[in-house]
């Protein structure tokens, strides 16, 4: 199907398969890894097995550029994982979902990181994990540390910063990289409050 | 003026992966390799140093402890625990094998170490599994690097020189490094969808080194003899050794068997990896 031109999101008939019980969930793997070594596509799940629960069901929706879309439901409804499966991080297994451009999700902002590099190379770093060439990040850099307000502490291993501090030079990078697509997950408690109103600026 | 990666559209589908050929498997996993270079080198360099940081002896740790399994047979074969086999001193014989012998497991363990401790990460960052196993292998590469010097000691002081057909070696040992990586790879994913698999592979290796010709040869031990024939670590661990000390390769037909099936399964696995390592991923 075709994107139409100012469209960057399009998400059809997407669902998410989840099980309370491990034994169902490597089953389903069994099968999977059965088929992979046939040569065989995976089939979508028809029956639910014991414990097993639609997390996401059926979802379509569209996203243009510019436009905002939240997410609010209950502990567990499933945003997380929603996010996740828009971030190419976890497979749907039903239905598909278009991208324009790249997606970068604000999920677990400090993972990734490399503790006993610096800061400096940590930008560089989750810079190239999100997809940008070595030209872009060096373009970037200052802005990123303008507005990660670390100071000299970004020669310093990362290892040696707070947590806020860590929080700050995540959330920088991600903002800085420009993404067609920001997926946020309740992290906007960055740092002190002066931080927190340039984040939701 | 660079063209970004956001030009392209990103489809997401459940078999997305399922659909692409051996050929293409490797490419794109070569292509994230190549991508996440960097990190690799960094990952390394940071367990590098993890390895022996707040030690009072330091990075001396990182160059003994590979060291300690080939000095335990070293020192036996000096008490003249072991004889010499096939015309070569029995230190030499033990400690080449068994510096092959850590590097043939290391490719089938670290695939699977890899996979079962890092797929939830893997998952939080989208920082690919494969390129978490090439920073692990890169240890397994300074391991067998400093392994070989100290071979290389014990070839000079037991004067049991290699022939000049030894140079083959590396090239030698490229279908074995394929076939025990897609094992790894192949068992790792098996791993996660069967537990109990690492445990028996780590029982398997445990008892494979003594019925593997690696401390001693096997073609006089009937059962074991017979079984050596279609033994992967036996074929590959006796073609290297024969080449080096004896300048041809014993059982040619065996390895050359094995060699094929080696690019085979590997190729196989790759493909099976690029296909399961999203489905894997945050399970433990």
């Known amino acids: 199907m075709l994107m139409q031109l100012d469209t960057v999101l399009e998400v059809d008939h997407m669902s998410k398969l989840y099980s309370r019980e491990q034994i169902s969930t490597r089953q389903r793997l069994a099968t999977t890894f059965t088929r992979a070594l046939m040569g065989r596509p995976s089939r979508p799940p028809k029956k639910l097995k014991c414990g097993e629960f639609w997390s996401l069901g059926d979802i379509s929706f569209t996203l243009k550029r510019g436009e905002a879309l939240g997410v609010i439901g209950l502990n567990g409804a499933g945003k997380t994982t929603l996010l996740r499966i828009l971030a190419g991080q976890l497979l749907p297994d039903k239905g598909e979902i278009r991208i324009l451009g790249d997606a970068v999700a604000m999920i677990d902002l400090t993972a990734g990181f490399q503790m006993s590099a610096s800061g400096s190379r940590n930008i560089h770093l989750r810079g190239a994990m999100l997809g940008r060439s070595k030209e872009d990040i060096e373009a970037m850099y200052d802005e990123i540390l303008d507005f990660a307000e670390l100071g000299d502490a970004i020669n310093a291993p990362v290892s040696t910063y707070s947590s806020g501090m860590l929080m700050r030079l995540a959330f920088s990078i991600m903002v800085m990289a420009k993404p067609d697509v920001l997926l946020i997950d309740e992290i906007l408690s960055v740092g002190d409050f002066a931080f927190r109103q340039k984040c939701l600026a | ?284």
């Open chain 2, 1 to 284: 003026m660079s063209v970004r990666k956001s030009q392209q559209i990103h489809i997401i589908r459940p078999d997305g992966r399922m659909r692409e050929s051996v050929l293409s498997a490797i490419r794109h996993l070569i292509n994230e390799i190549w991508n996440y270079r960097s990190h690799i080198r960094i990952i390394f360099k940071g367990r590098f140093r993890a390895a022996y940081s707040g030690t009072g002896l330091g990075i001396f740790w990182n160059y003994a402890l590979p060291l300690v399994p080939l000095t335990v047979y070293w020192f036996l074969s000096v008490l003249r625990v072991f004889p010499n086999f096939e015309g070569v001193d029995g230190a030499t014989f033990i400690t080449f094998g068994v510096t092959l012998w850590f590097l043939f497991a290391g490719c089938i363990q670290i695939p699977m170490q890899v996979i079962q401790s890092r797929n939830k990460e893997s998952m939080k960052t989208n920082f690919p599994l494969s390129a978490s196993i090439v920073s692990e292998f890169a240890r397994l590469l300074f391991d067998t690097m400093v392994r070989i010097i100290l071979v290389s000691i014990i070839i000079v002081s037991t004067q049991s020189w290699p022939t000049a057909q030894g140079l083959m070696l590396p090239f030698m040992l490229l279908p074995a490094l394929f076939l025990f990586t897609g094992i790894g790879v192949m068992l790792g994913i098996l791993n996660v969808i069967y537990n109990d698999v690492s445990r028996v592979v780590n029982i398997i290796l445990q008892y494979g080194i003594f019925v593997s010709g690696v401390i001693f040869p096997l073609y006089d031990i009937g059962i074991l003899s017979a079984f050596n024939a279609i033994n992967p670590f036996a074929i590959f661990i006796d073609a290297s050794r024969s080449i080096v000390f004896q300048g041809v390769i014993n059982n040619l037909q065996n390895y050359l068997v094995a060699s094929c099936l080696a690019f085979i399964f590997f190729a196989a696995s790759i493909r099976i990896f690029f296909v399961m390592e999203y489905r894997v991923r945050g399970i433990n």
